[in-house]
């Protein structure tokens, strides 16, 4: 899975807020996949569902979860929202999680956009009483992007773990997520719902547990 972070350079957003942000865009896609399978589209003048949405998500979860972050701004920023997915705004963060699909060759409007080195300033979640928490390990070093993409994960195993009511507690409540940095302490004294390892493809060197949820 793609997703692109918008990251004006006059104004970015902190590293937090696109966190949630891409959480939140990466379950909504799901749901929306899942939505648009049974539901007749809202564009359409017949009767008739989209399960293409659900069938590209269904394919890549059977095989891995990853997911790749990307970042633009201006007109590329405008040109992605032409490509299938779904956007979400969190805070002073906006991003689209693209419906999956393989790595190449991408569609131009993703491949111009870039990936590696995406630092944003360090902030602090502003969210309160979200029903779903993912906290970051203290113990790995990781760029924004790389971080953005470790709390999409543990987002996304959070919703896959939770029972229909769960779900549908959290989707009245659009999604939300609170990203925290853990300490030291409170990362060894609560092993999480859900735990998050990276397999290691890109920044870490071996496997890493990233991030973890609660709920």
């Known amino acids: 899975m793609q997703i692109a972070l918008r990251v004006e350079k006059s104004d970015p957003p902190s590293d937090i807020d696109a966190c949630e942000a891409a959480a939140r865009a990466c379950v909504g896609l799901i749901v929306e996949a899942e939505r648009r399978a ?18 590209a998500v269904d394919a890549w979860r ?3 979860i990853r997911k790749i972050v990307r970042r633009a ?13 779904f956007t979400c705004t969190q805070g002073r963060a906006e991003a689209r999680a693209f419906v999956p699909a393989p790595v190449k060759p991408l569609p131009p409007e993703l491949a111009k956009m870039q990936v590696e080195g995406t630092a944003l300033p360090e902030g ?3 969210t309160e009483n979200a029903m779903v928490t993912v906290r970051i390990s203290p113990l790995v070093e990781m ?11 543990a987002a996304q195993r959070a919703w896959e773990a939770m029972t229909p009511d769960e779900r549908s507690r959290w989707a009245n409540d659009g ?14 004294a609560d092993a999480g719902r859900v735990s998050i390892i990276d397999a290691g493809f890109t920044e870490l060197e071996g496997q890493h547990e990233t991030t973890r949820a609660n709920w």
Do not use: F, M, N, Y
């Open 38 to 55: 049974v539901a007749p589209l809202a564009e359409s003048d017949e009767a008739v569902v989209d399960t293409s949405w659900l069938e």
């Open 62 to 64: 059977g095989i891995a």
């Open 73 to 85: 701004r201006g007109k590329r920023w405008d040109d992605a929202q032409t490509v299938p997915g």
């Open 124 to 126: 602090e979640s502003t």
């Open 143 to 153: 760029t924004s992007g790389k971080t953005a993409a470790q709390c999409a994960h």
């Open 175 to 188: 999604h939300r997520v609170r990203v925290v940095r853990d300490t030291e302490a409170a990362w060894a």
